[in-house]
């Protein structure tokens, strides 16, 4: 099956700083990505979909200029957390899907803490 | 999309088929039911999905009724590694958002 990587898997930093998170496509190529966030003991909420080459849509309520989303080649996408704080620690997971296709395969996660 | 309701948990002794059922009465016709799996900290993992007909793959079995109203996920012979929250999941088959709502914690107890 395909393979959807996150780098890094878990990361801490302190509060005001930016951290970035890579989500990679190892053997297919992806026209879609989502980003997700997952609170301890709640579901998966999106917070914005990207496709190659096109700036990313983002949900409702979700800051676009505090999660930086670059979807700039078909097998990587990024998201920065820009001047994290405290309630920013989460659970970040990307999924990535090709064009017309209906299966969306999700990395492993990212389990951010800023301290 | 269509908004899914499942119990919030369920149990199951291993080695016995696991039926986790799923309402979605609000369906289009153009939905599909999807079902996922996340295991603790790790993220989800596909499992099967359908729109009409029965299906079955290496994982699970997918009944979905004739008013497409419900469905029901079937682990064949759960084992404990299918511990894990299970997710129905309705959407437009190729362009639409999956939607996550609260899922059905699955235990699978020896």
């Known amino acids: 099956g395909a393979v959807v990587s996150q780098h890094p898997s878990r990361v801490i930093c302190k509060s005001g700083t930016s951290v970035k998170i890579e989500c990679r496509s190892l053997d297919f190529q992806a026209t879609t990505m989502f980003w997700y966030r997952q609170f301890p003991k709640q579901s998966l909420m999106l917070m914005a979909t990207?496709?190659?080459?096109?700036?990313?849509?983002?949900e409702q309520g979700v800051e676009k200029d505090k999660f930086l989303i670059n979807h700039a080649s078909l097998t990587l996408s990024t998201l920065t957390v820009t001047s994290a704080h405290p309630e920013d620690s989460s659970f970040y997971i990307c999924?990535?899907?090709?064009?017309?296709?209906?299966?969306?395969?999700f990395g492993p996660g990212t389990r951010l803490t800023v301290t | 999309d269509a908004k899914t309701t499942q119990p919030p948990s369920m149990d199951c002794a291993e080695g016995r088929a696991a039926n986790l059922p799923c309402n979605h009465s609000?369906?289009?016709?153009?939905?599909?039911v999807y079902w996922y799996r996340q295991i603790h900290s790790q993220g989800p993992q596909y499992i099967i999905h359908g729109l009409k007909n029965n299906e079955t793959n290496e994982m699970a079995s997918l009944i979905i009724t004739e008013d497409r109203k419900s469905s029901t996920l079937i682990l064949p012979h759960a084992t404990l590694r299918d511990t894990a929250v299970y997710y129905c999941?309705?959407?437009?088959?190729?362009?639409?958002?999956?939607?996550f709502g609260a899922g059905t914690i699955l235990r699978v107890k020896s």
């Open positions: 609000t369906i289009s016709g153009n939905e599909y």
């Open positions: 990207s496709n190659e080459g096109s700036k990313a849509t983002y």
């Open positions: 999941i309705v959407r437009v088959f190729t362009i639409g958002k999956l939607v």
């Open positions: 999924s990535a899907k090709t064009s017309g296709s209906p299966e969306q395969y």
